[in-house]
């Protein structure tokens, strides 16, 4: 088991990947799960990703993740006359509903959700941001814009809100049909595009129905308001950089990413961080400095993970790509102020009998040279307030559950192996100690901490630690 890494990587698959011994070198090179993204592909790329996967796990017997990626609503205006127009600073730009093809006065705009929640003086963007406008007035089925920053304005251009909330469903009849299909699959997590409120994770939940975990994209700035709420109802968080840094101004999504990264740790939710980590990795073997240091941020952060987009999915070089956040992971964490830095950031423990366990063992592994942290977990829910406290050593994750283990592929420092044979406590210590040493995690004279509960494999149970050496 490679668990010389604490923080995770979450690849996307795509074109450049093609077969499953192309996946396989990912995860030997680091990934420890992987994205399928709806906004681009067929079902039968998808599927045929999927079981690439499956195979890889089981040649490799190590749990991966695999996550469906919900595209969301797509916002665009509409087609015009001449294909494209050139829109003049200062100019005056009616948007409404109005199918007919748009010219430089006015352009249809075929979302009455919009125009319904627009009020004066709010903002619209177009073309990720590249074009701005400003609302001057408002009529029943349209409103009146001033631009403020003119440019070419073509056919089907995406359009973002930020200053509104729509009322809208993060959930598409397109992605709907995605969902189902994703869940007959049996993707392990679903990721949730255009979340702005408590209510969108409820209606997720409610159509997910327990099949998978739910993990919601924070790409907006109503999510980003009701942060707290919002990851408190989900299973973990992702920061979608590139919608938010639209609908943000660009010099807000530093702090943004860190308070979420914070909050989410705080709650115990995993936190991925998301977009353009490596971009120029698509097209070049090496990245640029402020990429590397944009990724070594992240993981001194203390964010569970860290993703591939294109890189991986349509890039040249997805196998460097991933190669190279390996190394840059490593490097943080084996700097000599990175635990000091996550102890900083210590969450507030809640007064139960696991978060009480968890702080002990990451003061244990301050204390004592600790190879393993090893920790039964059915339902995964121990092993990831174990993560939350950031310790020094890796946690061995032993659980019955292969749903439950690729579950935690997502989690920082978590690697889980599945095992049916724990039944008592008795069984935990010598096959903790077995396993540890199988997996490569721990070596004849060095030090484990095992924890466990009783009654046993009772979710909460949590309530024994020992200390074991292996002989």
């Known amino acids: 088991m490679n668990a010389d890494k604490k923080v995770k990587i979450l690849a996307t698959l795509g074109p450049a990947i093609r077969d499953a011994a192309h996946i396989r070198q990912l995860v030997e090179a680091g990934v420890n799960l992987f994205r399928l993204n709806f906004s681009h592909g067929e079902h039968a790329d998808h599927a045929q990703r999927y079981q690439w996967v499956r195979e890889v796990e089981r040649e490799l017997n190590q749990p991966i993740g695999i996550l469906m990626d919900l595209q969301g609503p797509k916002l665009r205006v509409g087609r015009f006359a001449e294909g494209k127009v050139q829109l003049v600073n200062g100019q005056s730009l009616r948007l409404d509903l109005d199918a007919t093809p748009s010219d430089a006065s006015r352009v249809n705009l075929p979302h009455p959700e919009i125009i319904e929640a627009l009020q004066p003086g709010m903002s619209l963007l177009l073309d990720d941001g590249r074009l701005r406008l400003k609302v001057t007035a408002k009529q029943n089925d349209a409103v009146i814009t001033e631009v ?125 961080v998301a977009t353009q980590m490596l971009e120029s990795m698509r097209f070049s073997p090496a990245p640029t400095r402020a990429e590397v240091t944009d990724v070594a941020n992240a993981v001194a952060e203390g964010a569970d993970a860290v993703m591939l987009s294109a890189e991986t999915a ?41 978060d009480a366990i968890s702080c002990a063992i990451r003061r244990i592994s301050s204390i ?36 439950t283990a690729r579950r935690l592929t997502v989690a920082w420092g978590i690697y889980s192996v599945v095992n049916e044979r724990l039944r008592k406590v008795e069984e935990v210590t010598s096959t903790a100690l077995e396993i540890a040493q199988a997996q490569g995690m721990a070596k004849r004279g060095e030090t484990v901490v095992i924890t466990a509960g009783e009654p046993f494999g009772q979710p909460g149970s949590t309530n024994s630690l020992r200390i074991e050496t292996l002989h």
Not at 154 to 177: F, I, Y
Not at 190 to 212: C, M, N, T, Y
Not at 325 to 339: A, H, L
Request: negative net charge; contains cysteine.
């Open 314 to 354: 349509s890039g040249d070089y997805p196998l460097e790509t991933v190669q190279m956040m390996s190394k840059i992971i490593r490097q943080v964490e084996n700097g000599p102020d990175y635990q000091s830095q996550l102890d900083v950031g210590r969450p507030q423990a809640e007064a139960t009998a696991s």
């Open 148 to 272: 403020i920053a003119g440019g070419e304005l073509s056919d089907r251009k995406g359009v973002n809100v930020p200053e509104a909330v729509l009322q809208l469903s993060p959930l598409t009849e397109k992605d709907r049909r995605d969902l189902t299909f994703g869940l007959e699959l049996g993707v392990d997590w679903v990721a949730l595009s255009f979340v702005q409120r408590p209510e969108d994770i409820v209606e997720a939940r409610e159509l997910i129905g327990g099949k998978a975990f739910l993990m919601a994209k924070i790409e907006k700035p109503s999510a980003v308001a009701h942060l707290e709420e919002i990851a408190k109802l989900c299973d973990a968080i992702m920061v979608a950089r590139g919608d938010l840094g639209v609908e943000v101004p660009a010099e807000n999504v530093p702090r943004i990413q860190k308070d979420i990264v914070r909050t989410c740790r705080q709650l115990g939710r995993p936190v991925v």
């Open 368 to 403: 004592l040279p600790v190879a393993a942290l090893v920790n039964y977990s059915e339902s995964g829910a121990s092993s990831l307030r174990a993560s939350r406290e950031r310790p020094k050593a890796p946690i061995l994750s032993l659980t019955p559950s292969l749903t």
